[in-house]
């Protein structure tokens, strides 16, 4: 079907059920927040780490615990995942915090409601004995001291159930898939609250597929149906005429309708951004997802 122009193909968009904790970080200045968020949120895909790491949102002063801008950061993996893998990995990637100048962390909401993860007891051991248990803003957290100050860790993040999608975007050259990534994260960003995107701020990411046909006993490998230079190599290479680039955008929201609002939002952005050609979804067969958003049904 064409949507202003631009093709999108008549397929499901495999979605993946997640676990997600949701943190804010908090700091002197946004600027520091933001780029601690994006440090803490490296090495973040569950391609290549035992828990995905994405940032969801920046809030203002009036929103946060100590009333200093903060950056929602989302931890999630696949449900599939046990709750006991996903504590462990939660629990190591977060005791990076404390080397972070002037930063906090709070749980995204106050109520503990369902099921959370005791961060704190994990945690505290940063501070050597000299860490204080204390109630702060109806919050339980610890203050442990660092080098600028006291931080402040609460105690527990609560988990929540969430999904991802991915579109793949086909493009004249690598430029118009950033310039498009772009707009699109920053439009969801203002647009769609809940939903967090990988690799921020370009939001899009070099995809890949489930396990290998050359290398068949690794569980990632290129998507290579999607890398236009092997256009002459394989077989089931699908790529519309003046392709020169082709980018995956991966979405993760706490819920469907979530999913649904941002890809939408994405789609909209590509689809009138110069240089796209087509809009597509990753498909494996229900080897990433069984939950299915049929991508016409958005627009």
């Given at each position: 079907?064409?949507?202003?122009?631009?093709?999108?193909?008549e397929?499901?968009?495999?979605?993946t059920?997640l676990?997600?904790?949701?943190?804010?970080?908090?700091?002197?200045?946004?600027?520091?927040?933001?780029?601690?968020?994006?440090?803490?949120?490296?090495?973040g895909?569950?391609?290549?780490?035992?828990?995905?790491?994405?940032?969801?949102?920046?809030?203002?002063?009036?929103?946060?615990?100590?009333?200093?801008?903060?950056?929602?950061?989302?931890?999630?993996?696949?449900?599939?995942?046990?709750?006991?893998?996903?504590?462990?990995?939660?629990?190591?990637?977060?005791?990076?915090v404390?080397?972070?100048?002037?930063?906090?962390l709070f749980?995204?909401?106050?109520?503990?409601?369902?099921?959370?993860?005791?961060i704190?007891?994990?945690?505290?051991?940063?501070?050597?004995?000299?860490?204080?248990?204390?109630?702060?803003?109806?919050?339980d957290?610890?203050?442990?001291?660092?080098?600028?100050?006291?931080?402040?860790?609460?105690?527990?993040l609560?988990?929540?159930?969430?999904?991802?999608?991915?579109?793949?975007?086909?493009?004249?050259?690598?430029?118009?898939?950033?310039?498009?990534?772009?707009?699109?994260?920053?439009?969801?960003?203002?647009?769609?609250?809940?939903?967090?995107?990988?690799?921020?701020?370009?939001?899009?990411?070099?995809?890949?597929?489930?396990g290998?046909?050359?290398?068949?006993?690794?569980?990632?490998?290129?998507?290579?149906?999607?890398?236009?230079?092997?256009?002459?190599?394989?077989?089931?290479?699908?790529?519309?005429?003046?392709?020169?680039?082709?980018?995956?955008?991966?979405?993760?929201?706490?819920?469907?309708?979530?999913?649904?609002?941002?890809?939408?939002?994405?789609?909209?952005t590509?689809?009138?951004?110069?240089?796209?050609?087509?809009?597509?979804?990753?498909?494996?067969?229900?080897?990433?997802?069984?939950?299915?958003?049929?991508?016409?049904?958005?627009?």
């Amino acid at each position: 079907m064409k949507y202003k122009g631009i093709e999108i193909e008549e397929v499901n968009c495999e979605c993946t059920d997640l676990r997600i904790c949701r943190g804010v970080l908090t700091a002197l200045t946004e600027e520091i927040a933001l780029h601690e968020a994006r440090y803490l949120s490296g090495f973040g895909l569950i391609t290549a780490s035992p828990i995905q790491t994405c940032i969801e949102g920046i809030l203002p002063e009036s929103e946060t615990p100590d009333r200093r801008r903060g950056i929602i950061i989302q931890f999630n993996v696949p449900s599939a995942v046990s709750y006991e893998k996903f504590r462990e990995a939660l629990l190591k990637r977060l005791f990076i915090v404390p080397h972070l100048p002037t930063c906090s962390l709070f749980d995204v909401s106050s109520k503990k409601e369902g099921t959370f993860i005791n961060i704190g007891e994990y945690m505290r051991r940063w501070g050597d004995g000299f860490e204080v248990s204390e109630n702060y803003q109806g919050r339980d957290v610890y203050k442990i001291p660092i080098m600028t100050g006291d931080m402040l860790i609460e105690k527990t993040l609560s988990v929540y159930r969430g999904l991802d999608a991915a579109l793949e975007i086909f493009a004249q050259n690598a430029v118009s898939c950033i310039v498009a990534s772009q707009e699109a994260t920053c439009r969801i960003f203002h647009e769609v609250p809940g939903v967090a995107l990988f690799n921020y701020p370009i939001g899009g990411v070099s995809g890949a597929k489930v396990g290998g046909i050359n290398y068949s006993k690794e569980r990632v490998t290129i998507n290579h149906s999607f890398c236009p230079t092997l256009r002459n190599t394989v077989k089931d290479g699908n790529f519309p005429a003046g392709t020169e680039a082709v980018i995956e955008y991966p979405i993760v929201g706490l819920d469907e309708n979530s999913i649904k609002q941002a890809l939408k939002v994405a789609i909209d952005t590509f689809a009138t951004t110069p240089g796209i050609i087509k809009i597509t979804s990753p498909t494996f067969e229900g080897q990433w997802g069984e939950r299915k958003i049929y991508l016409p049904e958005i627009i």
